[in-house]
């Protein structure tokens, strides 16, 4: 099993030196990766790589139980146990460790190449529209026509805009009007409320008095 490793970590190493130095080799590295995460690529890669740090754990918790034990009781087997485990635990780190360290080499060359890409059609672009005889010139002046319309219809909208908003201004204040008229006749509707109150209690005393003092003749 450390000979598989062994063999993994030379092989991790190996790839990584071809990513990172600009050889003829690299190119079918990096193909050989693109076609490697394709599919159920990545699924196998994952997979293995789970298996790979379950197997560690198991490693570990190993040389924890082992080096928890007291030093009268351990033999020369179990010696031998734990720097086994010890170093397999090491390698199979490393292992994980390059493979991530191959993903992200990939990751970064491939946006490396995209930015670049990108740059030169920029560059491409900008060298076309200096020397006006590039087949985007057609395309500058109807994007500038566009534009043109764009600020024409803005224009239109913000004064629409603008409109709409001394309209709302207008209908706030009627309403604020209509509110302070609204709350003066309330008003004036309690006060008429509370004199006809009086009046009735008024007229209601009065009825007594004329009834007491008829009372008072018949008596």
Known sequence: MIQLYYTAIFAEMAVILLLLFKTPLRKLVIMSIDRLKRGTG????????????????????????INSRQLEILNPTDQIILGRAMLEASLMGFMLFLLLMVDRLHHYIRELRLLRKAMEAVRKQNHAAEDGKGPNSEEHKALGEQLLTLKANIKQMESKTQEKEKEVKAAEADKAALKSQSEGLLMEYDRLLKENQSLRDDLQSLDKTVSHSQVKKNT
């Not at 994952?46 to 918790?61: E, F, H, P, R, W």
């Open 42 to 65: 990545p699924l196998v890669v994952k997979t293995v790589a789970g298996v790979v740090l379950l197997m560690m754990a198991i490693t570990v918790y190993t040389i924890t139980d």
